[in-house]
Nanobody, 122 residues
């Protein structure tokens, strides 16, 4: 069993930055692919980014590529999402997910956090 807990959400103006964190426990962090998803009000949850268990491979949704950066700290069992040049359309609840497969599909991640709210004002 894996537990993941997100933090770092908040309110920011358009063009600003935020860094989300996801702390994992319960299973070897180095074996897990870690991902971020988000859900805006009235919309389906969508993939944002993932990072492989080794940290060598990252993948981003086109909508965030070149603005967001995913990383992980093995010493802290924590994953991060650095979000720059934020836009109002980035407003959503952001979810951390953990699993064993490098995929953009939610079904590939059996472990999920409760989410952290990010609001970008125009």
């Amino acid at each position: 069993q894996v537990q993941v807990v997100e933090s770092g959400g908040g309110l920011v103006q358009a063009g600003g930055s935020l860094r989300l964190s996801c702390a994992a426990s319960g299973r070897a962090f180095s074996l897990l692919t870690m991902g971020w998803f988000r859900q805006a009000p009235g919309k389906e949850r969508e993939f944002v980014a993932y990072i492989s268990s080794t940290g060598f491979t990252t993948y981003y949704a086109d909508s965030v590529k070149d603005r967001f950066a995913i990383s992980r700290d093995y010493a802290k069992n924590t994953m991060y999402l650095q979000m720059n040049s934020l836009k109002p359309e980035d407003t959503a609840t952001y979810y951390c997910a953990a699993g064993g497969t490098r995929t953009v599909m939610e079904s590939g991640y059996p472990y999920w956090g409760q989410g952290t709210q990010v609001t970008v004002s125009s």
